[in-house]
């Protein structure tokens, strides 16, 4: 998630994160307070500034629904040419969330008939925990619904998926072999110091959790994430972000996620050796897509072709600009293959 003020860069000290993260939050709130986007037409891909894009493939509307950071929704009949932003989130402002609530990392999933909007949510003016020094504001995944892929997505039961006191965020879908629903997310790394992926199981019409949750495993347990500590000495990353699960044509339960080498954005893959999400996660030594790019998901056209989106990441005098980016992948075998750039 490329909106998240902690994830710029994991090297460069707590006093330069938090002013980064202030000035990303100014921003946004200044954006929200000046109404609804202007809905453009026929905007191309590569023309639109979006992090962690996620594409919901609508066989009822044949159309593809773009969301990600920022709660907002684009379409488009042929993966080309988007319309938009709409504005489709609305969580209740009464809630712990607040009135003007930060959304990064959303996904639609379909699920029995309705379309459930996982997010992450962030309110500023409530403060969760100190580490190090620096104040921690309540952030969580949460999970939304509508009647429709593009909205307006609502409220349901449960105000709390995850505890108030736990910074979480990516959250992500997955049915498991047991055929129950998971809530799979990020325990933010500013929070644990070695961030983790864990899993909770949602309640069957997804309206809140139960039980207890269950970490899968930790930023460090990676052989390809890389960073420096105060000293200079080389370690393992402690950044965990943008979780995204898919099986292999041979029943390979796997799942991408992003970190940094240094200070590149760069994204994984590791593998279920038992199938489920109990694992044990076993991580590939190697990232699977180019350097800058990462918070990745899968999705299959209506003509049946596999694509990963996944934004770029381009510093740019010390702003990141990111692009959504289409690539082809195969999954005929036992491991996931990401093959060239996709041109509709």
């Excluded at 969301?67 to 042929?78: E, F, R």
């Excluded at 505890?163 to 965020?169: E, G, R, V």
Aim: one cysteine or more; a positive charge; aromatic letters at 12%.
């Amino acid at each position: 998630m490329l909106a998240h003020p902690t994830l710029r860069r994991p090297n460069t000290g707590w006093l330069l994160l938090l002013l980064v993260g202030c000035l990303h939050f100014s921003l946004a709130a200044t954006a929200q307070r000046t109404g609804p986007p202007v809905l453009r037409k026929n905007v191309p891909l590569d023309s639109i500034g979006l992090s962690d894009p996620f594409i919901l493939a609508d066989a009822k509307t044949h159309l593809y629904y773009m969301t990600g950071t920022g709660g907002l929704l684009w379409k488009s009949k042929d993966l080309r040419l988007w319309d938009g932003p709409y504005q489709v989130a609305k969580p209740n402002p009464a809630s712990w969330m607040g009135p003007t609530p930060m959304i990064w990392a959303a996904e639609i999933h379909p699920y029995k008939g309705k379309y459930y909007y996982f997010a992450t949510f962030t309110n500023r003016a409530i403060k969760i925990d100190t580490v190090q020094g620096s104040a921690l504001e309540r952030r969580a995944s949460h999970v939304l619904v509508s009647d429709k892929p593009d909205g307006p997505f609502v409220p349901m039961q449960d105000e709390t998926y995850l505890p108030a006191n736990k910074s979480t965020l990516d959250g992500t879908f997955w049915i498991d072999k047991d055929g129950k629903p998971y809530l799979v997310y990020c325990h933010e790394w500013v929070q644990v110091l070695d961030g983790t992926i864990e899993k909770i199981a949602l309640k069957p019409d997804l309206s809140g959790t139960t039980g207890a949750s269950k970490i899968l495993f930790r930023a460090s347990d990676s052989p390809w994430s890389r960073e420096k500590d105060a000293a200079g000495h080389d370690r393992p990353n402690k950044v965990t972000d943008g979780p995204y699960l898919f099986r292999t044509k041979t029943g390979r339960l796997g799942m991408i996620w992003t970190s940094w080498v240094y200070d590149v954005y760069t994204q994984g893959v590791a593998y279920s050796a038992s199938g489920t999400l109990d694992g044990p996660w076993q991580q590939e030594k190697d990232p699977i897509t180019p350097p800058n790019y990462g918070h990745g998901m899968l999705f299959r056209t209506f003509d049946g072709k596999l694509l990963m989106s996944i934004h770029s990441h381009k510093d740019i005098k010390g702003h990141y600009r990111r692009i959504p980016h289409l690539f082809e992948v195969d999954l005929s075998g036992d491991k996931l293959v990401v093959a060239k750039p996709y041109r509709s």
